[in-house]
């Protein structure tokens, strides 16, 4: 059975974010692979980060205020609380990706305040 690669992409653009992150980490676990990009040699590493214009929140932990961490996610993805509760119920994960320096630091500013753990890549 040959695959159909546009029913995939079909069915990959209406999936959400959390749907996305649950099929990389499947894939990573399954075939023992990782989506992470690989770090560049130590003389590039600098000029890399100096030209970086679009940022990751990721939600490392939630902290100790679950609740708030979640009613904040919801805010700032849209998503319902079935699936904010699964995105912080999954950390670590992406919340927001290809963001400006400061909307990333907006929202890092607002989940910390919730009480989670957040890095910004």
């Known amino acids: 059975?040959?695959?159909?690669?546009?029913?995939?992409?079909?069915e990959l653009e209406n999936a959400t974010i959390l749907e996305?992150?649950?099929?990389?980490?499947?894939?990573?676990?399954?075939f023992d692979v990782t989506a992470a990009?690989?770090?560049?040699?130590?003389?590039?590493?600098g000029e890399a980060a100096a030209a970086k214009?679009?940022?990751?929140?990721?939600l490392t932990a939630a902290g100790d205020k679950k609740v708030a961490v979640i009613k904040e996610v919801r805010g700032?993805?849209?998503?319902?609380?079935?699936?904010?509760?699964?995105l912080v119920d999954g950390a670590p994960t992406v919340?927001?990706?290809?963001?400006s320096e400061s909307e990333a630091n907006e929202?890092?500013?607002k989940l910390e305040a919730a009480g989670a753990s957040i890095t910004l890549k």
């Open 95 to 99: 919340v927001k990706e290809g963001l």
């Open 76 to 86: 700032i993805t849209g998503l319902g609380l079935k699936e904010a509760k699964e």
């Open 53 to 58: 214009d679009s940022f990751d929140v990721e």
């Open 1 to 10: 059975m040959a695959l159909n690669i546009e029913n995939i992409v079909a």
């Open 107 to 109: 929202i890092k500013e």
């Open 37 to 45: 990009a690989p770090v560049a040699a130590a003389a590039g590493a």
């Open 20 to 30: 996305l992150s649950e099929l990389v980490k499947a894939i990573e676990e399954k």
